[in-house]
Structure formats: structure tokens, C-alpha cells
């Protein structure tokens, strides 16, 4: 089985931007089975809605897509668990070790689609807005 993984801007966009947005209309031409998240993009999406103020217009609006999203995707949401930490704790030495610096949740997301995941039974493909890069 393999799957599409959505990165969190990719989502926020969808909620934001609607039915005639580029990236809704791709995701509309394939099975939603196809897709799937990270627990990091459920994190941060909960954590844009506590950065609104109580009486923030849209929060009532977000907190239900929030909870909409998350019963889509019930099944389809790759946990990061013990050993995609480990793996991240490699990943990061390594990157810091050559220089690199690449935003934490990025790299937590990321370690999902890394082969050397074995807790990972699927082949993953990420699709970000802007497409990072971890070389």
C-alpha cells in the first residue's frame, strides 16, 4: 500500500482557501484513501487554533475542520512514536553535524517517509507548499 502524505501547509491551505483552490481541485481528482497525515500536522493545526484569541472570528470555524479533518483521516494518521523518534534524533545529529538546519516539525514529518523506518509498513510520498528540501 502506498499513500500520498500531506504536510501541514497543505491542509491549512485547503481550509483556508476552499473548493477552488489548485491544491483542492488535485486532491479531488484522486481517492481520499490515497492521502494521509502526520500526528505533527494534527499538532499544528491544533496549535494555529490556540494562537487565535477566544473571539477570534473563524476559531468555531477551524476547530470544526479541525475535528472534521481528524475523522477523515481516523485511520490514516502515521503516529510518531518511538522509533521515528529515534530516527529523528539520528537525522538531526546529522544534519547539524554537516551544517544544515531544518525546522523540527519538517524533519518530524519527514521521518515518516524515510526507508529506514521500519516501524513504517507503507511507501510515503510528501507533498508540501513550497516543496522543502533535506539534502
Known amino acids: 500500500m502506498s499513500g500520498i502524505i500531506l ?4 491542509i491549512s491551505g485547503v481550509m483556508r482557501e ?10 479531488s481528482r ?9 500526528s505533527i500536522t494534527i499538532a499544528e493545526l491544533w496549535q494555529g487554533v490556540g494562537k487565535l484569541d477566544s473571539h477570534h472570528s ?29 530516527l529523528w534524533g539520528e537525522m538531526r545529529g546529522e544534519a547539524l553535524r554537516k551544517g544544515r538546519i531544518i525546522p523540527e516539525l519538517d524533519l518530524q514529518i519527514a521521518v515518516r517517509l524515510a526507508p529506514r523506518h521500519v516501524c513504517c509498513d507503507r511507501q510515503h510520498k510528501a507533498f508540501y ?5 533535506f539534502d
Open 30 to 38: 484522486h481517492l481520499p484513501a490515497l492521502f494521509y497525515l502526520t
Open 129 to 133: 507548499r513550497p516543496w522543502p528540501r
Open 58 to 86: 473563524k476559531r468555531a470555524y477551524y476547530i470544526a475542520e479541525i475535528e472534521t479533518i481528524d475523522k477523515r483521516f481516523e485511520n490514516r494518521i502515521l503516529d510518531f512514536d518511538k522509533k521515528a523518534a529515534r
Open 7 to 10: 504536510d501541514t501547509d497543505i
Open 18 to 27: 476552499g473548493p477552488d483552490d489548485p491544491i483542492t481541485i488535485w486532491m
